[in-house]
């Protein structure tokens, strides 16, 4: 009888110094750019010139504390938070109901439905911006936050549904007789049970739509004329054509925009990938 080498082979032991390997590299295009523009945020912009990654000499924390005491720069902060929470709560109040119907009922071309749904990911946003610019202009939506919410809300629809629906499928339908059993209906049982029980889900969709609208440039560009509804994004091309010729005072605005979304995605990681990896451990 052959005897089994519990030793393991060569490429065996390499592979997780490749994957260590590749963390550190990935980590470094990640932390390397951050700390560039952390540290250039200090410096004015002949140290930027001189030695653009030592450490700044002096410190200039009036780059930092300039925009801080700017009002438009939490006006900005605000209209991007505002946007961003209202998209979220659109998007996902829509797509879990849809997604409710689509999980738990049976009718003629529910699929055929949910593949029109699912067809909406394969077209991207910047496509369909003129034609969205003329609805927004008839019914009188521009420079107005909810000719920014409706449409992101609704490009948000379908992933939004493809992940609440696999979830609801996973819901056993022993739970749903019981609670028609005990006299409570579809509504009922969506709103008291299936929802709770989703939270990973709804977390997760959540995020993606914060982070989505907190990203997204090209609509506001499009529909916001009046600078006091400008996001931050928005307020980041402004400060730029502004400050043109100072670079420091750009990367502290740049790193200052950065650190609301930064701070949100550190509380909310786990919760996105939680609810990630619910979804395709239990699809």
């Known amino acids: 009888m052959k005897r089994h080498d519990p030793t393991p082979g060569p490429a065996a032991r390499l592979r997780p110094l490749a994957l260590h390997a590749i963390a550190w590299v990935v980590g470094a295009f990640v932390v390397v750019p951050l700390g560039f523009g952390l540290l250039g945020g200090f410096k004015d912009t002949g140290q930027l010139s001189a030695n653009p990654f030592g450490l700044p000499s002096p410190w200039v924390v009036s780059n930092y504390t300039d925009i801080l005491a700017s009002a438009s720069f939490w006006r900005q902060l605000g209209n991007s938070v505002f946007i961003a929470l209202a998209t979220a709560a659109v998007a996902v109040g829509v ?54 919410i409706l449409p992101q809300a609704a490009f948000g629809l379908p992933v939004t549904i493809i992940v609440l629906r696999g979830f609801f499928r996973t819901v056993p339908g022993e739970i749903e007789e019981a609670a028609t059993l005990d006299g409570c209906g579809a509504l009922g049982f969506f709103w008291r049970i299936l929802l709770p029980m989703a939270r990973p889900a709804l ?10 609208s907190w990203n997204n440039f090209m609509l506001p560009l ?21 400050y043109a010729a100072d670079w420091a005072r750009i990367l502290a605005y740049v790193v200052l925009a950065m650190v609301p979304a930064l701070a949100f995605y550190a509380v909310a990681e786990r919760r996105l990938v939680g609810g990630l990896t619910a979804g395709a451990t239990k699809g």
Do not use: H, K
């Not at 499009?222 to 502004?242: A, M, R």
């Open 95 to 148: 797509s879990a109901a849809a997604a409710f119907v689509f999980a738990r009922f049976a009718f003629r071309g529910r699929e055929l439905l949910f593949t029109l749904f699912t067809a909406g990911l394969m077209f991207p946003f910047t496509v369909a911006i003129l034609p969205l610019f003329i609805l927004l202009r008839t019914f009188g939506l521009l420079d107005n936050p909810l000719g920014v």
């Open 203 to 212: 977390a997760t969709v959540s995020v993606l739509a914060i982070v989505g």
């Open 222 to 242: 499009v529909v916001f004329n009046d600078p006091g509804w400008w996001t931050i994004p928005l307020g980041v091309q402004q400060f730029q054509g502004q």
